[in-house]
């Protein structure tokens, strides 16, 4: 379980990064927090999903699928966070931390109702 989560964790990741139009590691490498801060609190927000999954599925492919539906929502969510905020990005790359946490707390927010209802 733990080699497949950690390659849902880089697919969340790749797709996450192609989604947003702020490229997050080039911010955080350039000492951007409010970067750091809606990535990593987006990563939580596939990570609880994704250990319930763990916790709760009958197998590995049950396991994976839940993943995609975790990964499917928290895309979702970064796109909900938008509505708001429509230049939520570009106010995550001029380095403002509110936007950011926003965007991580829409993320974990998503990642904890997906979470609760992976349960059986």
């Known amino acids: 379980y733990l080699a497949v989560a950690l390659v849902l964790v880089g697919t969340y990741l790749y797709f996450y990064l192609w989604v947003t139009p702020h490229d997050e590691f080039a911010l955080v490498r350039a000492d951007k927090p409010g970067a750091a801060i809606s990535l990593g609190l987006s990563l939580l927000g596939f990570a609880l999903p994704l250990t319930s999954s763990i916790a709760h599925a009958d197998n590995i492919v ?59």
């Not at 905020?85 to 993320?107: M, Y």
């Open 62 to 120: 049950d396991m994976v699928i839940w993943g995609i539906v975790a990964l499917i929502v928290q895309i979702g969510a970064y796109y909900l966070a938008r509505l708001p905020i429509p230049d939520l990005s570009q106010r995550i790359a001029n380095g403002e931390i509110a936007p950011a946490i926003w965007l991580g707390a829409a993320s974990v927010t998503a990642g904890l109702i997906n979470a609760a209802s992976m349960t059986t």
